[in-house]
């Protein structure tokens, strides 16, 4: 527990305090915001300084708390320099394995046939140029927030789509539409939505295409939990609100199941049917 004489002032000027405890250098505060959430963030943000980050969080027992986290020290850890070669060598391998799966959902194998290496393309080339524009717009949005961030990493894979930076739109975790969820919905409903969306992957993966078992897994593992935004109190702006509707409903119209019949009609080949 910290005592009231150990309690920043900054805190006690905008919440007051039912609960304060402090555990492995993080501080923690629990009680009834006195000021508007956004406003509180920001006079936290200009009194206590750049060595500490707060962060405000809905508390179900007492309405809000806000969590103060040192930064760390190291900051060359957290200012490496960026390795463009890196990325252009994976985006590279990425265009390779993603032009080897656009053959393949065309029925050829460019292991047998790699004469055929154009077949892939108008896959490969579109596919990359959506997963391009999508993770520079993260990219640039992130600069524009004042971000450390690095320039997209694309991730080769050589089975399946040829890479997997494609599962985002799910409402799951760290996914953009886990973040989305979240930020339209509040914490509680959001991390319902994640868990319903998460286990029914699971479900379509047993029942329905197992190749959807993969990528099950591999959300779970390594974007089955979000991280928390620093004001999670503010909700966002009917505008926005509106954007998350007809993004969610761009997913709805891609999960939208085809007949066999579709696919054939269209003279489309795809391997995993």
């Given at each position: 527990?910290?005592?009231?004489?150990?309690?920043?002032?900054?805190?006690?000027?905008?919440?007051?305090?039912?609960?304060?405890?402090?555990?492995?250098?993080?501080?923690?505060?629990?009680?009834?915001?006195?000021?508007?959430?956004?406003?509180?963030?920001?006079?936290?943000?200009?009194?206590?300084?750049?060595?500490?980050?707060?962060?405000?969080?809905?508390?179900?027992?007492?309405?809000?708390?806000?969590?103060?986290?040192?930064?760390?020290?190291?900051?060359?850890?957290?200012?490496?320099?960026?390795?463009?070669?890196?990325?252009?060598?994976?985006?590279?391998?990425?265009?390779?394995?993603?032009?080897?799966?656009?053959?393949?959902?065309?029925?050829?194998n460019l292991l047998e046939q790699p004469s055929a290496f154009a077949i892939g393309l108008p896959y490969?080339?579109?596919?990359?140029?959506?997963?391009?524009?999508?993770?520079?717009?993260?990219?640039?949005?992130?600069?524009?927030?004042?971000?450390?961030?690095?320039?997209?990493?694309?991730?080769?894979?050589?089975?399946?789509?040829?890479?997997?930076?494609?599962?985002?739109?799910?409402?799951?975790?760290?996914?953009?539409?886990?973040?989305?969820?979240?930020?339209?919905?509040?914490?509680?409903?959001?991390?319902?939505?994640?868990?319903?969306?998460?286990?029914?992957?699971?479900?379509?993966?047993?029942?329905?295409?197992?190749?959807?078992?993969?990528?099950?897994?591999?959300?779970?593992?390594?974007?089955?939990?979000?991280?928390?935004?620093?004001?999670?109190?503010t909700p966002i702006s009917p505008g926005r609100r509106w954007v998350g509707y007809a993004t969610f409903?761009?997913?709805?119209?891609?999960?939208?199941?085809?007949?066999?019949?579709?696919?054939?009609?269209?003279?489309?080949?795809?391997?995993?049917?």
């Open positions: 527990m910290i005592p009231d004489v150990e309690q920043p002032p900054a805190i006690q000027s905008v919440m007051d305090i039912r609960v304060a405890t402090r555990q492995h250098g993080t501080s923690l505060f629990r009680g009834r915001l006195t000021t508007p959430a956004d406003q509180a963030l920001r006079q936290l943000e200009s009194e206590l300084g750049e060595n500490v980050v707060p962060l405000i969080q809905q508390d179900e027992e007492l309405g809000t708390a806000i969590v103060l986290m040192n930064k760390p020290t190291e900051q060359a850890a957290l200012e490496r320099k960026t390795r463009p070669w890196l990325h252009w060598l994976l985006f590279g391998v990425t265009f390779l394995t993603t032009t080897w799966a656009g053959a393949l959902h065309q029925g050829v490969s080339i579109g596919l990359l140029l959506i997963l391009g524009v999508h993770e520079l717009g993260h990219y640039f949005t992130a600069r524009h927030h004042g971000l450390r961030v690095t320039p997209p990493f694309f991730i080769p894979v050589p089975f399946a789509l040829g890479t997997f930076g494609a599962l985002n739109l799910m409402p799951i975790g760290q996914l953009d539409g886990g973040h989305m969820a979240r930020a339209m919905f509040g914490r509680r409903v959001g991390e319902t939505i994640s868990s319903v969306a998460m286990w029914s992957l699971f479900l379509l993966a047993i029942f329905v295409w197992p190749g959807l078992l993969f990528f099950a897994l591999f959300i779970y593992f390594v974007a089955g939990r979000g991280t928390p935004p620093l004001n999670d109190i409903l761009v997913l709805a119209l891609i999960l939208i199941p085809l007949p066999h019949k579709f696919w054939h009609a269209a003279d489309i080949y795809c391997p995993y049917m």
